[in-house]
């Protein structure tokens, strides 16, 4: 009996393997004509009043689009997005293509889903990963000043989504990110994204309230000091001597700063 090196492995099942391997061929069926990654680049904008007491700043929120120079929807705004290659992850290319359009590499990065009508893309069948980066204003003014030969906008949230033409199916995909967004900025600490290391409550009121204009919390300060669930997640600033350390850039009377800790507090809508 002819015994193969399989055999004396005592493989059956790697023949099996080997058998399915060769036979298979991927050609034979239908695939996706590409996978491409769009971000959803967020960032707070702000401004100072031009007033003679002081007051905080004015913030909005806002996205940035890239006019499509060609076919298809040439002339529309769209996100900014591009083609998975073979060599890399989904989220590796949102990466890249995040670092390539606004020279950011890491910050804020994630996924928040795929999008895959029929239809969605003229050229064929063209599955999209969708992602929302949040990203500092400094880092997206640069970009828009580097590029004579593409236009980027940035847009107020609401002006992108109610007032300007839109390629393929980026409504929704910035509707989408805007709703989550907006779950995050009042469920987790994301507004740290959005604020200096080291910031006043006020100021951490008005950039929760910048993405969530519903957001009305009249004992923000009480709350988010005092109550059991909250504590932790801010302490307060001090010196080596462990005096606090307020600011009155934004205010007659000087406030205390405080700072975000790494702490993620598990919250419940049920309490
Ligand atoms: N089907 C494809 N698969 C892979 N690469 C492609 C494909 N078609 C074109 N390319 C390459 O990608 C380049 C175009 O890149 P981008 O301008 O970044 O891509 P864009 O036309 O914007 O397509 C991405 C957009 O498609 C939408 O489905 C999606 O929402 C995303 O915004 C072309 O120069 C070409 O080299």
């Known amino acids: 009996m002819k015994i193969s090196n399989r ?18 061929n991927a050609k034979k069926y239908r695939t996706p004509d590409g996978v491409p990654a769009d971000i ?5 904008t702000k401004r100072e009043r031009k007033t003679v007491t002081k007051t905080l700043p004015i913030r909005e929120l806002k996205v940035m689009l890239i006019r499509r120079k060609s076919w298809p929807y040439a002339g529309m705004w769209a996100l900014p997005g591009g083609f998975c290659q073979e060599s890399e992850s989904i989220y ?14 890491g910050g804020h990065l994630e996924y928040l889903g795929v999008y895959s009508t029929p239809g969605r893309d003229p050229r064929g ?25 593409e236009e980027v906008g940035m ?3 609401h002006e992108a989504l109610d007032q300007l033409e839109l390629a393929f199916d980026h409504r929704e995909i910035i509707r989408d ?77 000087s406030a205390q700063l405080y700072m975000f800790t790494d702490e993620i507090p598990l919250l419940s809508i049920y309490t």
């Not at 590796?92 to 590499?105: F, H, M, N, S, Y």
């Open 177 to 253: 990110a805007y709703v989550r967004i907006q779950q995050k900025m009042l469920q987790t600490t994301i507004a740290k994204q959005f604020l200096p290391k080291h910031f006043t409550l006020s100021e951490l009121y008005q950039v929760i309230q910048t993405v969530v204009p519903e957001f009305k919390e009249p004992n923000f300060i009480r709350k988010i000091t005092s109550t059991r669930s909250r504590q932790g997640i801010l302490e307060e600033v001090r010196d080596e001597m462990g005096k606090k350390l307020s600011s009155n850039q934004y205010s007659q009377r």
């Open 125 to 149: 069948w063209i599955i999209s990963n969708a992602f929302f980066a949040l990203v500092e204003e400094s880092a997206l003014e640069q970009r828009q000043a580097a590029d004579d030969a």
């Open 155 to 157: 847009f107020g949230i």
């Open 92 to 105: 590796g290319a949102a990466k890249r293509e995040l670092k390539e359009e606004t020279g950011v590499d």
């Open 40 to 44: 959803v680049m967020f960032t707070l």
């Open 7 to 24: 055999m004396l492995c005592g493989d059956d099942k790697m023949n099996e393997e080997d058998k399915g391997q060769e036979s298979y």
